[in-house]
Structure formats: C-alpha cells, structure tokens
C-alpha cells in the first residue's frame, strides 16, 4: 500500500471513530499529519503541529486599566504591561504585528529582543480535595509542561522581528529539554550561544553533592541576521600587559601603546558570566522587589545591550518582578510585558513610577482575557463593536444581505454584533425571527451573532503563598470580574476577615467559594488617592484563623488594601487610622 492510500485509509477509519464518539489513536496522526523532517525532536503525547497551534490561540483584546505619564496630546509609542496569560496576549501582538501596530523606532515590524525567564518545572506534585491524584502549577509536568512552552515559543517566533533574539533562561532541570525544543523552533543552525551565568551561595549542610550555582541562559536569532552590539558590552581585560602581547601577537611586536588601546576598548566577554544574584537586600546601591526569583539587574543590561538599540522593543512574557523592563526602561528601550499574577503586576508598576532614574516613559496597564464589564458598556457603538470582533476571533468586514447590516466574519461566516445600546436587553427568539425573515436564504452557510455572557472560563489561578508566585498555568478565553465578598475589621495589631467569598461562574450555573479562594492582601500603606503603591504583601498561609499582623502604625493618612481571591478578581478598601480599633 501506497503511503498516500495508507493516509486516504487511516482518513476514512478516523472519520468512523468520530461518528462512534471514540478517540483516534495516537500513532495515526503522525502518519496522517506528517511532522516536518528532522534529523532529530522530542517526541511526546499531546504535540501539536506549529500550524494547530497558530490556528488555534484566538487573539483576545487588551482592555485598558490605567495610563501613566501620558501627555494629554501624546501620540508615540505607549509601552505596555499587561496582566493575563501569555498565549493569548502573544496571538493579540502578532495580529498587532500583521497590522503595522507593533513598530521599532526605526520603523521596522516585531520585537527586536525576547527575554523569558518560565517556570523550571520543578515544583512538588501535590493532591487536591484529597483524592490520590497528582496536580501541577509551578511545572506542568513532563510532556505537558515541554508542550506548554513549546506552544509560547512559536507564538513568539512569529511576534519577532526578522532580525531578532531571544533568550530563554532556564536551569539544570529541564534545559537540555528545551534545548531541542529550541532547536525545532529557531533552527539549530540559528544557535548564538549557551551562556552560562554563575554566582555564589551558600548549600546546605549535609549536602552529597556540589553545589548547583548556575543557570543556563539559551540565545537564538531568528533568522541569519540579528545584532550583536559589542562595543557595548565589553569589560576589562584581566591580564597584564606582558599577557595580552603574548595573547595578540607572539613575536612580541605589540607596543605599549598598542597595549594601552586593546586594554581601554576591553574584550568581548566569554559565555559564562559572573553576576552576584538579586539579594533580598540592598548590597550594592542596588533596590531589590523582595519578588521571589527576581532576576539581577546587570544581567538583564548586558542581554539587553548586547542585542538592541534604543528604540527597539523588548518582549518579557513571563516577567514576573520586571527587572527587564525595568532596564530596558533605564536604557531607552520600548517595552512590553507580561504576567499572569496581579503580584507581578502591581510589583512592575511599582518599580516603574519610583524610578529615581528618569521618569518612566508613557505606559498602559491592560487586562487580557478578564475584563471589567461596566468599562466595556460606557464604549462606544463603533468600540464595542471592534472589541467584540477581536473578542470573538472575527475579521472586521462590514457588509450587508438583503439590507440587514453585519459586522464581520468569522471562518468565512457573517457575524453580526448585537448592540446592547439598543433597549433590548438580550438577544431573543424574536430577534432571530426578524433576521431571518429579512435575510431568508440569502446566506450560504451559518450565521454568527456575538453577545457578551459569561461563559466557562479557566481561571487565572493567583498564588497562596510565595512559592506559589510563579507557577505555570494556562488560562485560555475570557470572563468578567466578579467582585468577592468581603467582610473585614482591623483591632489590635491584628487584620481579621470576617468573611471572603470569590466568585466564578462554571457551564452556566454560578458557584461561591469560601476561604480556599482567597489568594493574597497587598498593602499601600501611604495611598495617595490616585496610584496603588505596592508596600507589602500577606499570602494566604501567612493567616492563621483568617486573621495575620497589620502594622497600622506605618499608615500615614490613608491605606488601600486589595484583597485579591484565586481567580485574579479583587476587592479593594481605603482606610484611614480612625477606621482601626
């Protein structure tokens, strides 16, 4: 049998199993989806071709949170921090991309750096709701987890520019991994380095090995072209002069002066690099976030110098504490970031207005996939109607049948928008009849009407506790805030929640949660009416009986606090010290 028939064959069995309600087996798709040919990849359960993938993340809007540092006439570039999960926020930018909206300074399409410190897939299996089955976060175990990063690096080789880099950093766990998965993606060939950066540290007692004091920091190019700006990132040579005449020229020709220029440009720098990690203390002139795996600041300069210009844009997707967008801010670089924890977030927007640098360049604080319902009623007609086509993964192609008006299309279907500024409050069966009386058989095909509702949605899970913080989760399509419930008093020394209840909403039917959906207090304890100003936070474990320690003496006049449950919805208070008993 032909390899064709042997597809045509398999096709047609598949189909059968289909119409059954059965599974396909596994080992038919790779002969009836072909891979692309390699000399070698990982091979696993649940691994989709770059084109599924692609096809398959729907773009979902940017909702507009808060403007910093914007002039009121301002026109220019506006970096973003965003909060939602990364699969989706990458598909939105490279539609952003297609559309000529994600420009360098020097007009060229895409970003020019990727920086991406993920998850180490190294977290403890642990239960839940006590049934004998194993749950992950922090990693997404094994294949899972490789299938899970594999998924955003294609989102952002796209998302590059054609001469642009990245860098994935990563530890001894599962580097050699995703060196592979690394290799299908960019290209073997396309390798620029394994940088290995070192740093010191005490073990721990009683420990049968040497100590681990190494991260593995993997730099790709996209393609055959990419910038390497090495006068910038040159450091002092170590030897002495009678060393670098024998390093450069063995007969000994060099001159001292011809010594004294080499010495002053400096050499390139080797592979592995030596940087002190980001203590929780200031040691060095230094600000720390007290973020857990913050990352230190001279290593991101160096990334950052070594493969951009000012002006260009740098894409951090798992940002956590910020420190990269924090350089790329100090070194004129346009940024964007992204996280999926409100932690992250509120510790970025932190670092960013406290600045003692400079003052921050205009930037935009977005919600992706979680979004604020009473903002998206106060659109306009012609907004709201665009927001719901990028909602709904639709073309914005307005046409007409028969008179009645659509507002896109979606896979070659006409999609219409209802209007909720009308006075109809829902879509009804009488709303259907009318379209279809005036259209008739008009349309070859179906026909999609887009309503906001709340639908099923995988939340985006906050952190309990900080080891939490940056556990690696998925949380794909879209909800609106649900407000928790809050009940709370403040009396010697003490914060008490009387009550907390979170909110979802799961296939139709609302659900309350009690205290296991409560994720985390952050604390500003001199709010300025304007701006929360990240102070201090209490996870979740550090209740004991719903209750933990408040420093009502550090209150200056006001203090807000933001209780924020599971899910990413938060509740928020202003309180003054009258309001302490």
């Not at 070594?306 to 740098?314: F, H, P, R, T």
């Amino acid at each position: 049998m032909s390899k064709q028939q042997q597809q045509i064959d398999l096709l047609n069995r598949a189909l059968d199993f289909v119409r059954q309600g059965k599974e396909i087996p596994t080992d038919w798709a790779k002969v009836i989806f072909p891979s692309e040919k390699r000399e070698y990849e990982l091979s696993y359960y649940g691994k989709q071709t770059a084109e599924a993938i692609l096809a398959d993340v729907d773009p979902v809007p940017l909702q507009e949170v808060s403007n910093f540092n914007t002039p009121a006439d301002y026109e220019g570039w506006q970096n973003k921090l965003i909060f939602g999960d990364n699969l989706q926020v990458l598909k939105r930018l490279i539609e952003d991309k297609k559309n000529d909206k994600l420009k360098n300074a020097d007009g060229t399409d895409g970003v020019r750096l990727v920086y991406i410190d993920p998850p180490f897939s190294t977290r403890k299996d642990f239960k839940v709701s006590g049934e004998d089955q194993k749950a992950y976060q922090d990693k997404v175990a094994g294949a899972e987890f490789l299938e899970w990063l594999r998924r955003r690096l294609i989102l952002l080789k796209e998302v590059m520019a054609d001469d642009g880099s990245i860098y994935v950093h990563l530890d001894y766990r599962k580097g050699h991994y995703v060196k592979v998965l690394l290799d299908e993606v960019f290209g073997e060939k396309n390798l620029r380095n394994e940088i290995i950066w070192c740093y010191t540290g005490p073990g721990s007692p009683g420990m049968k090995q040497f100590n681990r004091k190494h991260d593995v920091i993997y730099w790709y190019s996209k393609s055959d072209k990419w910038h390497f700006n090495s006068t910038d990132v040159r450091v002092p040579y170590k030897d002495e002069n009678q060393s670098l005449r024998k390093a450069f020229a063995s007969d000994g020709s060099w001159s001292d002066e011809d010594i004294a220029k080499m010495r002053e440009r400096g050499r390139i720098p080797d592979d592995w690099w030596e940087f002190s990690v980001a203590a929780r203390k200031r040691v060095d002139g230094i600000e720390r976030t007290a973020y857990p795996t913050e990352k230190p600041q001279p290593l991101l300069e160096r990334i950052i110098k070594a493969s951009s210009g000012e002006g260009d844009i740098i894409l951090d997707c798992f940002a956590g504490s910020g420190t990269s967008l924090f350089v790329a801010e100090k070194l004129n670089r346009r940024w964007i970031s992204c996280d999926v924890g409100k932690l992250s977030v509120y510790t970025q927007q932190k670092r960013l207005l406290g600045m003692s640098e400079k003052q921050a360049s205009p930037f935009t604080l977005y919600s992706s996939g979680l979004y604020d319902f009473a903002k998206i009623r106060e659109l306009p007609r012609d907004d709201w109607r665009l927001f719901a086509l990028q909602l709904f993964n639709c073309i914005d192609d307005q046409h007409k049948i028969k008179g009645f008006a659509f507002d896109g299309k979606r896979e070659g279907q006409s999609v219409w928008i209802y209007d909720f500024h009308s006075t109809d409050a829902k879509i009804t069966t009488e709303t259907i009849d009318d379209m279809h009386a005036r259209i008739g058989d008009s349309v070859d095909g179906d026909v999609f009407i887009a309503e906001l509702h709340k639908r099923k949605f995988t939340a985006i899970n906050q952190p309990r506790n900080s080891e939490d913080v940056n556990d690696g989760i998925e949380a794909v399509g879209f909800d609106f805030i649900q407000l928790p419930d809050l009940e709370f008093e403040i009396a010697a020394g003490k914060l008490h929640i009387k009550q907390f209840e979170g909110k979802t909403r799961n296939r139709g039917q609302d659900e309350t949660h009690g205290w296991d959906s409560f994720s985390m207090l952050m604390i500003n304890y001199s709010y300025d009416g304007e701006v929360f100003d990240l102070d201090e936070v209490k996870y979740a474990k550090d209740f004991n009986e719903q209750a933990v320690d408040f420093a009502s003496d550090k209150i200056t006049d006001r203090a807000m606090l933001i209780f924020l449950d599971k899910f990413g919805n938060e509740v928020r208070a202003i309180i003054s010290k009258e309001d302490i008993k």
